[in-house]
């Protein structure tokens, strides 16, 4: 979602500030702004679109200063504008905002029976108004912040800068992400480590309700209690949050090629030192475990909807899979006995961190599944499994979801040997095929010119069916996404047995269907569906292996080959596929593959 950098300095902050933003472009973003003090006087700039246009605006309008505040929008309350962009401006102070103040309306209440008027439709200028309000009743700049924050409810990431305060800047978290970053007489805020990478690879992470005084010399931070709070400081691998296309046209381009690479180091690193058993960090006793709750959202929740087909045919353990914005709305039952597992690439996500602090204290383990060590999710849970894959900055989940799957998958071989469902010798046998899976996905996408020939036939048209039965029914669902997210076009997914409850009526000469089919004990079944939509006019896309294709040969529109494989393995393998055909429709019609419209990369408020 929205980014957020602050800069105490020696040089001047507006390209400092406009380069970190750039390094924040991945969450996504509508409109872009900075706030710096100069001598004494707090000025803006803010501009529409990308932040070229903030960029151009710099050149003839620059903003001198060596402290300041930067954001990238995305819309919540109030249209994109540059009057609802950030950073919002009260009198003498100016605030960014990620997040969502759930009780802004009450607030803006109280200040316009105080006089006070509003020039925006965002939450986020109430913030900077009641932080003027306090002002104005005599508080230094530190205890206004304070008193506003105090009266904030929802999830927020703030920074605040105060006219005539060439060295200070407040920050607070709750509920949104926020580090400090620190340099040698300079200190600097961000949304995450990647914008303050390149000044600085000493970061300290603000946790849940802190509140932090910044100088250039100094950091204090007190608790959600107000108590004073040593947070470590961290130092990060600058490799890690390096953000580079690497010769490719799109990043997303770019992460879908990583992925044997990624795979096969996450691979590594789960593995025994022979190799033929799973470790993890630390013990998990699945044989104590009655009931696995699994909870995500979008992508990553398809990866848990994969892993339920894992856990229960090899480690024969119930599971219950759950779209993290619905759970703790439900207030399930969380008896004895159950582990609760949370998937999310950034370990930001707001419902599932939401998710898992309601299950604290009721599961018997929570475990994470994450891309970034030390996000919330990670810090919050009993135990946290890195996916390992790196930086990922395009907004569709490509190397991630894939690195995901091969964790679940360990994880799930890990519960198998302990409660005696498979044989060493099974377990062997499978981690020996995930050592050969980056090679074969090597060889998928081999196919990206046949992959790319298809996809011109389908930018064409405007509504995509998608099919797979059993362990393919998630990888559908994942298509389809994928498809939808940024291409635009309507894509829905379904299991193959459910064509004939409905989708079925849909089918004519212009629908394309993508039917994921490797040939396993399910293809026969599959198969069939697949006559039934060429029986009624309906264009097959079939992504198969050599045998399935050569036992359907002359059936489908366009078929697409893979690599054979242990079934068991068939959605990581078959996910590049899907991957490619987004990305090569969506090259198809020109649309804006790594950043498409409306979507945010890392989802912080509910």
Same mark, same amino acid.
């Given at each position: 979602?929205?980014?957020?950098? *602050? ?13 970190a ?5 991945y969450?996504g973003?509508?409109?872009?702004g ?7 006087q ?26 300041g ?19 919002h ?10 997040g ?8 803006r209440? #109280? ?5 006070i ?14 932080a003027?309000?306090?002002? #104005? ?12 924050v105090a009266?904030?409810d ?6 605040f ?5 060439n ?13 400090v970053?620190h %340099? ?14 390149p000044?600085t ?11 932090a005084?910044?100088t250039r ?8 209690n107000?108590?004073?709070a040593?947070?470590e ?9 390096r953000?580079?296309k690497? +010769? ?6 770019k #992460? ?12 590594r ?14 013990d998990?006793d ?23 087909y ?10 219950e899979?759950?779209? /993290?914005s619905e ?9 004895? +006995? ?6 999310s690439?950034? +370990? ?12 604290? %204290?009721k599961?018997?383990?929570i475990?994470?599944v994450?891309?970034?060590a ?5 810090? #919050? ?18 190397? /991630?979801f ?7 998958l ?9 409660? +005696?469902?498979?044989s060493?010798?099974?377990?062997a046998?499978?981690?020996?095929a995930?050592?050969g899976l ?6 998928a996408?081999?196919?990206d ?17 998608f099919?797979?039965? *059993?362990?393919m029914?998630p ?16 894509a ?8 004939k409850?409905?989708p ?6 212009t ?10 004990a399910l293809?026969?079944?599959?198969r ?13 896309v079939?992504i ?12 489908s529109?366009?078929?697409?080959v893979m690599?054979e494989?242990?079934p ?10 899907a ?6 429709t /969506? ?17 912080t408020?509910?």
């Open positions: 979602m929205c980014g957020i950098v *602050g800069v105490l300095g020696d040089h001047e902050a507006a390209p400092i500030l406009v380069d933003l750039k390094r924040l472009e969450r973003y509508d409109s872009a900075i706030a710096t003090v100069n001598e004494g707090l000025d803006r700039r803010r501009a529409v679109g990308k932040l070229v246009n903030l960029s151009d605006l710099l050149v003839h309008e620059p903003l001198l200063g060596k402290a505040i930067g954001h990238t929008r995305w819309a919540t309350h109030g249209a994109p504008s540059v009057i609802n962009a950030h950073p401006k009260a009198g003498p102070v100016a605030v960014v905002h990620n969502i103040i759930e009780n802004f309306r009450e607030l209440a #109280e200040l316009a029976g105080q006089g008027d509003f020039a925006t439709e965002t939450d986020t200028e109430t913030v900077a108004l009641m003027q309000y306090y002002l #104005e009743q005599g508080n230094s700049p530190v205890e206004a912040a304070r008193k506003t009266r904030l929802g999830a927020f990431a703030l920074a800068l105060f006219e005539g305060e060295d200070l800047l407040i920050a607070a978290r709750k509920g949104s992400p926020l580090a970053g %340099g040698e007489g300079e200190m600097f805020v961000g949304s995450d480590a990647i914008a303050l990478a000044m690879d000493k970061i300290t992470y603000l946790d849940e309700g802190d509140f005084v910044i010399e100094s950091l204090e931070i007190r608790d959600a107000g108590e004073l040593n947070r400081m961290r130092t990060i691998h600058l490799d890690d949050a953000i580079d690497g +010769g490719h046209k799109h990043f997303m381009a #992460e879908i090629a990583e992925q044997p690479l990624v795979i096969g180091e996450a691979v690193h789960y593995l025994s030192a022979d190799g033929n058993s799973v470790e993890l960090p630390e998990i699945f044989t104590s475990i009655n009931r696995l709750t699994m909870v995500a959202c979008g992508t990553a929740f398809y990866a848990c909807l994969t892993a339920k894992w856990f229960e045919q090899l480690a024969q353990m119930p599971v899979v759950d779209i /993290a759970f703790r709305y439900r207030e399930p039952p969380v008896p004895g +006995g159950t582990m609760a597992l949370f998937v690439q950034s +370990g930001e996500t707001a419902d599932t961190l939401a998710a898992l602090r309601y299950c604290d %204290g599961a018997d383990k475990v994470s994450v891309n970034v030390e996000s919330s999710i990670a810090r #919050e849970s009993d135990l946290a499994l890195p996916i390992l894959a790196g930086v990922e900055v395009g907004v569709a989940s490509t190397k /991630a894939t690195c995901q799957l091969t964790v679940l360990m994880l799930a071989l890990k519960a198998a040997e302990q409660r +005696g469902t498979l060493a010798e099974d377990i046998d499978k981690l020996s995930l050592r980056p090679a074969a996905l090597n060889t996408l081999e196919q010119g046949v992959i790319a020939a298809a996809a011109q036939k389908l930018a064409e048209t405007s509504d995509v069916l099919l797979g039965r *059993g362990l029914y990888l559908a669902l994942e298509g389809a996404l994928k498809l939808k997210e940024i291409s635009y076009i309507h829905e997914a379904y299991a193959s047995g459910e064509l409850h409905g079925i009526a849909l089918i004519d000469k629908m394309p269907v993508v039917v994921m089919a490797p040939y396993d293809f026969d079944k599959t069939s569906n697949m006559q039934e939509v060429l029986a009624r006019g309906g264009k097959v079939l198969t292996d050599r045998k399935g294709a050569d036992d359907t040969s002359g059936d529109w366009r078929t697409i690599p494989i242990d068991i393995l068939t959605p990581i393998l078959y996910a590049v596929p991957q490619l055909l987004a990305y090569h /969506a090259e198809a019609k020109g649309t804006d593959v790594d950043q498409p419209r409306n979507l945010a990369k890392s989802v408020v509910e």
